[in-house]
């Protein structure tokens, strides 16, 4: 499968995707299974025979806290297994080659009109021929969890369970698609995408673009809102909290970043979501010192201070009251401890 921006250039002008960020070029399994692990996850690389590939193995990777976007071309057929199951969301394309996804109990023969979504804490696993060439897109479950909640207009918290199989040739799968290559053609020069927001801002169109045209859990509810549109003072509320929940707000400063009064304000939240804009902000910070506490390994009062939860005691009630749990079980918990 050629990338729409790379038809109709000679082949031996064609860079490799991702060619500006070129992370490992090597033979050795346990280099690139190092290299692998540092932007994905830790898993067992196993080529079929030997320690040393056949030839050189690319990764070439774009890494933040919330997404990777990386190109992997083995140098031999190789199985890669991951030493737990997965705390993020993948999806996993082919360029070329043969590429089977094992999501869950199912797998998914990776190609030119087929992608695998894999869901958070499902098994996965990946086998690719020498020839494959692979396109695995991360996605931190607060990243999913944030855009979806944005799109339902209310707190979310649990995995959002993905159909396995993603439909490339489906109006909504091929429109997706051209997103991914606007992507990694506008990583590959240089530009306004060499700007990490930039880049953040696209991949959230693109989680919402897989929330809104892939099967998955929440489906139903976002066909099924028969409520009208969240009026733009909601929105921006909305907005300005998830990306400034971790700092010491009130709700005098989500009035005036929205440009309304703190009344209208809290009238517009009741009508239209059930909940004051401070109780939004509570939820919004538990649900991010959770992902805290099961993705990132922090202590309870290490993920309570980055989510601006400053009173423990009040933190450990509100957390237990939400998820059913103190906040110390689900940290022990954690697979990212011990």
């Known amino acids: 499968m050629l990338a729409p921006h790379l038809a109709g250039r ?15 070029r090597s033979s050795d399994v346990a280099e690139f299974t190092t290299r692998l692990n540092d932007v994905y996850y830790p898993a067992e690389v196993a080529p079929r025979v030997g320690r ?5 193995s690319v990764l070439r990777a774009v890494h933040t806290e919330d997404f990777t976007l990386g190109y992997i071309h083995p140098g031999g057929d190789v199985r890669v297994v991951p030493d737990r199951e997965s705390t993020g969301y993948h999806v996993n394309l082919a360029l070329s080659g043969s590429v089977v996804a094992v999501a869950g109990n199912t797998e998914v023969h ?9 869901t958070a804490g499902q098994r996965h696993e990946l086998r690719a021929r020498a020839d ?16 979806l909640s944005a799109l339902l207009g209310r707190p979310v918290t649990g995995p959002v369970r993905f159909a396995p199989v ?22 590959d020069r240089p530009g306004l995408f060499d700007s990490p927001a930039v880049r953040h801002s696209h991949v959230r169109s693109l989680v919402a673009g897989l929330l809104t045209g892939h099967q998955h859990s929440w489906t139903e509810a976002l066909s099924a809102r028969g409520a009208p549109l969240r009026p733009r ?12 929940f971790a700092e010491p707000l009130t709700v005098t400063d989500i009035a005036r970043a929205t440009g309304s009064s703190v009344r209208r304000l809290q009238e517009a939240f009741s009508a239209h979501l059930d909940v004051s804009p401070m ?42 009251a939400r998820f059913g749990e103190l906040p110390s079980a689900t940290a022990a918990e954690s697979p990212t401890r011990g």
Do not use: N
């Open 233 to 244: 003072t909601v929105r921006r509320a909305q907005e300005f909290v998830h990306e400034h």
């Open 52 to 56: 040393v590939f056949g030839g050189p």
């Open 132 to 147: 494959s060439g692979l396109i695995g897109l991360k996605l931190s479950t607060g990243l999913v969890e944030r855009e």
């Open 279 to 320: 109780g939004y902000l509570r939820d919004v910070r538990l649900d991010a010192a959770r992902a805290r506490l099961t993705e990132d390994g922090l202590s309870v009062t290490e993920a309570a201070q980055a989510c601006g939860l400053t009173h423990l005691g009040r933190f450990s009630a509100a957390y237990r």
């Open 166 to 187: 993603l439909d490339l040739h489906s109006e909504a799968g091929r429109s997706w698609l051209a997103m991914v290559h606007f992507l990694l053609a506008e990583l």
């Open 10 to 24: 000679p082949a031996t002008s064609v860079p490799p995707p991702l060619h500006r960020f070129a992370l490992c």
């Open 110 to 118: 990776v190609g030119p009109d087929t992608a695998a979504v894999h």
